[in-house]
Structures are given as C-alpha cells and as structure tokens.
C-alpha cells in the first residue's frame, strides 16, 4: 500500500516540478520556435468543430455533467467516493490553473478566432479539466469490472475525447502548445496527488457492486 502511495506521490511531485519549470521556462525564452511552427498551420481550421469542443470545459456543460454524476452516486453506492473525487478534482485543476494564470501572467496569443480570450495563457484550464476530469473518468472506467468491451471502447473514446479539445484550443488560438502541456501536468499532478490518499482498490471494480445496488 505504501509503495503505491509513494510511487503516486513521486509522480504528483515530478509533474507539478515539470509543470513549474516549464512555465519559468516560456515566460523567460517565449514559445520555442521549433513548436510555433508547427502550431500556426493548426489555426482556424475546423474552426465551428473545435468551438463545439472548447464548450466541453464551460460551466454550462460541465454543471450538467456534475449533476448527472451526482445523481448516479446517489442511486449507486458504489460510485460514491468516485463521483465527489472527479468532481473535487475538476473544481481543483479549474481554480488551480486560474491561479498558475495569475502567477505566470502569460499573455494570450494574438492570433486567436472566434473567441478573443482576455485572460493570461498559462496554463491551459481546458488540458488542466480534460486530464483531472474527463481522462480521469477514462480510468475509472477502464480499471472498473464492467463488461471488457465496454471498458476499452469508452476509455478509448474519452481519451480521443481529451486529445479533440486540447487540439480545439490550438485551432482556435487560444494557447501555445506549451499551455496545453502545462495544463495536463498541473492535472497529473492533481490526479496523482489524489490517488496517493485515497485506499488501495478505490478506483477498481465498481459493476458488480453497481449491480447490487440496483437489485
């Protein structure tokens, strides 16, 4: 128990570490050249495709979602230390990359379309909620006892899912890469630093139980 404790703790250290260099790192040298080259052609394409995704981080789709959860936990026993988890995560890795904003004060990208986002870059709130939430929900289900199919298929698409709406916020210019890379380490780290507290199992085989509930 104590080595997966650690081992978690370690990885919430190292992440929150990386995510810390890199944001010293881009307010003193800007985006590396390498990288913008390869981020420009990526604006304003699919523009109504990517502005659909970015939504999946706004209050008005995510208070819904929270609810719904809320309601499954209710009804289910066995989801509820799961469901207040994501949601406290997704609350932390939200006010947590607007503070890490406040405190680097990287400015937005000029470039931007659709939406002139005024507030700092750094780091990307959206990769910070997609890794603390959505692709923690990709794990819970994939390391939960429900049929393997079902498992696989949506913590497939869920990730698939988070790599779209990173990929909307460079399309619409709203971040550097490097905010999209600093937000998913800040949600590692969030992540990581939860699993170190929460008992061996928390986040293995829910189904059976979930199905005993019902009955």
Avoid at 60 to 73: M, N, W
Avoid at 160 to 170: T, Y
């Amino acid at each position: 128990m104590w080595g997966r404790r650690v081992t978690c703790a370690f990885v919430a250290v190292c992440a929150f570490a990386l995510f810390f260099w890199l944001g010293r790192f881009v307010i003193a040298n800007g985006e590396p050249p390498g990288l913008w080259a390869r981020e420009l052609p990526l604006v304003n394409h699919s523009t109504l495709v990517a502005w659909w995704l970015t939504w999946a981080c706004y209050p008005k789709v995510l208070i819904p979602i929270c609810l719904a959860l809320l309601i499954l936990a209710w009804r289910f026993p066995a989801w509820r230390g799961r469901v207040p988890l994501s949601v406290v995560l997704l609350l932390l890795c939200w006010r947590g990359a607007d503070f890490f904003q406040h405190f680097f004060a990287r400015p937005r990208r000029l470039d931007w379309v659709v939406k002139h986002e005024t507030s700092f870059s750094y780091p990307s709130s959206h990769a910070a909620i997609v890794t603390g939430f959505y692709a923690l929900w990709a794990v819970l289900l994939y390391l939960s006892d429900l049929p393997s199919g079902i498992r696989r298929l949506s913590a497939l698409l869920l990730l698939l899912f988070c790599a779209a709406v990173c990929w909307s916020r460079l399309a619409l210019g709203a971040h550097y890469l490097t905010d999209i890379a600093g937000g998913i380490l800040l949600g590692i780290a969030f992540v990581s630093g939860a699993a170190a507290f929460v008992p061996a199992g928390f986040f293995r085989g829910v189904a059976g139980r979930l199905s005993s509930s019902a009955e």
